[in-house]
């Protein structure tokens, strides 16, 4: 079965004092979630965003979140988060930042959220390979993580090929970072279904006419790939 696209926008490329104005623009424009990577200065050399500015978010847009915690300790945190989230959404946490990852997709899921764990580039996927049948996402950082307008790290192809060779459920395989209309055609081929972008939507100067480009090309590459599989 051939996964459908799912285009996300990342909000860390957007205009922090326009946010209603920048998520709306995308939500017109048929995208399918907001990524909100929300940073705590210790997991990465970042700091962006808490619980208060999410319920925010979530008070402007009907599209679904990607709630990304690059942080320590995320068990301690997943209530506040699960409270101003809601259904369909989802709460993503690094499999680096914890020794007990299934206590954490406990946690998560006892919050009737969906589940997500992600990979930065260096990390190999046997890290998460025995969690695959119990989350909703699995998130490849193509960038390290921490800072928007990054160069796509090809090395991790390799990686979303043996993910995706894995899952026999419907577990998402998404990619985040450096992500352009050269790039997203390498991650499809290889086994991502959701494409995670910051500055090739907010920084393209026509956020609606980014969306649908980078769809375009994901959706006709992800046919041309299942019909190399059908006819092999």
């Known amino acids: 079965m051939q996964p459908k696209i799912k285009i996300a926008a990342s909000i860390l490329a957007a205009n922090p004092v326009r946010f209603e104005e920048d998520i709306k623009k995308v939500e017109m424009a ?22 208060f ?23 301690k945190y997943i209530e506040a988060f699960a409270k101003v ?43 998460i390979e025995d969690l695959l049948d119990d989350i909703d996402l699995v998130l490849v950082m193509s960038v390290n993580p921490g800072f928007d307008g990054q160069k796509f790290i090809p090395d991790v192809l390799s990686k979303i090929t043996r993910l995706r060779s894995l899952i026999t459920n419907e577990v998402d395989i998404a990619v985040d970072g450096g992500i352009t209309t050269e790039t997203v055609i390498d991650a499809v081929r290889h086994g991502a279904n959701f494409i995670v972008a910051a500055s090739a939507i907010y920084k393209n100067g026509d956020p609606a006419n980014a969306i649908k480009t980078l769809r375009h090309i994901a959706e006709q590459t992800a046919r041309e790939e299942y019909r190399k599989r059908v006819s092999a």
Do not use: C, Q, R, W
């Open 53 to 75: 500015i999410i319920k925010g978010i979530k008070n402007v847009t009907h599209v679904p979140l990607d709630i990304h915690l690059m942080i320590e300790h995320p068990e």
């Open 85 to 127: 989230a809601g259904k369909g959404d989802y709460l993503t946490f690094h499999i680096e930042t914890t020794k007990h990852p299934k206590d954490v997709i406990s946690l998560i899921k006892k919050t009737g959220l969906k589940t997500g764990v992600s990979l930065n580039p260096d990390t190999k996927s046997k890290s």
């Open 30 to 51: 048929g995208i399918d979630m907001i990524h909100i990577d929300v940073m705590d200065g210790h997991f990465v050399p970042n700091i962006t965003m808490g619980p």
